[in-house]
């Protein structure tokens, strides 16, 4: 069974720090992900890309402009899991943040994990 668990959200003031993991498991051949990544989406508005690395390609990565320069998407392939390291952190940050992959153009979802910035 595929499966994307989540973790690291929480609550922090503006100007602070989280780092969100995401443990990939159940895809068999782990190798054949073609994409790993993190969006996030709040109440009444469409979720949307944050980070995203092209793991079957070249590894690039490819961020969202609001969050560029201050979050790092990374992967411990050893470990199947991926990380953002969010720093500088902003109340318009505030979301559910899901882990994705796909694989053979499916996408899966974790549940996601709740990160509340306040000002």
């Known amino acids: 069974q595929v499966q994307l668990v989540e973790s690291g959200g929480g609550s922090v003031q503006a100007g602070g720090s989280l780092r969100l993991s995401c443990v990939a498991s159940?895809?068999?051949?782990?190798?054949?992900?073609?994409?790993m990544g993190w969006y996030r989406q709040t109440p009444g508005r469409q979720r949307e890309l944050v980070a995203v690395?092209?793991?079957?390609?070249?590894?690039?990565?490819n961020y969202a402009d609001s969050v560029k320069g201050r979050f790092t998407l990374s992967r411990d392939s050893a470990k199947h899991t991926v990380y953002l390291q969010m720093n500088s952190l902003k109340s318009d940050d505030t979301a559910v943040y899901y882990c994705?992959?796909?694989?053979?153009?499916?996408?899966?979802w974790g549940k996601g994990t709740l990160v509340t910035v306040s000002s």
């Open positions: 994705n992959a796909a694989r053979y153009g499916i996408a899966f």
């Open positions: 159940g895809f068999g051949d782990i190798s054949r992900i073609s994409t």
């Open positions: 690395m092209f793991i079957s390609s070249d590894g690039s990565i």
